[in-house]
């Protein structure tokens, strides 16, 4: 149960900057949703990899690559929910969220 949390807890702590940062930066980025998805993908990843080097040269926890993915998971599920609050219509962000809830569910059953 406790490794559910973790994961859990991994994906949520990136959902915010998958909403900022591409809100935060959408006058440089304008409206070229590729640039800026692509943009917001590897913000992310740089920050998900500083925190896990951080942790490992500080001894405060492990480098653990899972943690980077499920970060990515929580920051693509982040992005979605912009694209949604920005208005787009379903079919477009449908795309976004239906690759995370297969790697979601297929998370479950090998946890299972």
């Not at 702590?13 to 440089?28: D, H, Q, R, S, T």
């Not at 949703?33 to 998900?48: A, Q, Y």
């Amino acid at each position: 149960f406790r490794i559910v949390l973790e994961v859990l807890f991994n994906c949520l702590m990136f959902i915010p900057v998958g909403i900022l940062v591409p809100w935060a930066y959408e006058n440089f980025l304008h409206e070229d949703e590729v640039k800026k998805r692509n943009t917001v993908l590897l913000f992310g990843l740089i920050v998900s990899v500083s925190v896990e080097c951080l942790q490992l040269f500080t001894r405060t926890g492990l480098f653990e690559w899972d943690d980077i993915f499920h970060n990515m998971i929580g920051l693509m599920l982040g992005y979605g929910i912009y694209l949604f609050l920005k208005g787009k219509q379903f079919w477009e962000v449908h795309r976004y969220f239906l690759p995370m809830i297969g790697v979601v569910l297929a998370l479950i059953i090998a946890m299972v």
